[in-house]
């Protein structure tokens, strides 16, 4: 069975930092571009950030870029969102998601082309 396993979220203070982690259990998530998204209750998941098979591109979203960075250890079978600077608009449930799709292409920013997605991890900020 494949899973997404998601850990690290938490409550913070605004300004602090935090770290999540994505295991891939039954998969070898170096076949698979990955992908940070988050959800607010009543507004659509965002992409929030998303990193080629290889590591070797990322993409953010606009409201994240030079706070968070997404990275990758294929070796261990996991992927990583460091998040610095938090502010109470980061407050969301994270998830993450693979796509099928070694290579980094705009696919990677829709949603329903992810295959496997995990259950999230809340992360609240405070203000």
């Known amino acids: 069975q494949i899973q997404l396993l998601e850990s690290g979220g938490g409550s913070v203070q605004a300004g602090d930092s935090l770290t999540l982690s994505c295991e891939g259990r039954?998969?070898?998530?170096?076949?698979?571009?990955m992908a940070w998204f988050r959800q607010v209750p009543g507004k659509d998941r965002e992409l929030v950030a998303a990193?080629?098979?290889?590591?070797?591109?990322?993409n953010y979203g606009d409201s994240v870029k030079g706070r968070f960075t997404i990275s990758r250890d294929n070796y261990k079978d996991m992927v990583y969102l460091q998040m610095n600077n938090l502010d109470p608009e980061d407050a969301a449930v994270y998830y993450c998601?693979?796509?099928?799709?070694?290579?980094?292409?705009?696919?990677?920013?829709?949603?329903?082309?992810?295959?496997?997605w995990g259950r999230g991890t809340q992360v609240t900020v405070s203000s």
């Open positions: 990193i080629s098979a290889s590591g070797g591109t990322q």
């Open positions: 998601a693979a796509i099928a799709r070694s290579y980094w292409s705009t696919r990677y920013g829709v949603q329903s082309e992810y295959k496997y």
């Open positions: 039954g998969v070898i998530l170096g076949n698979y571009g």
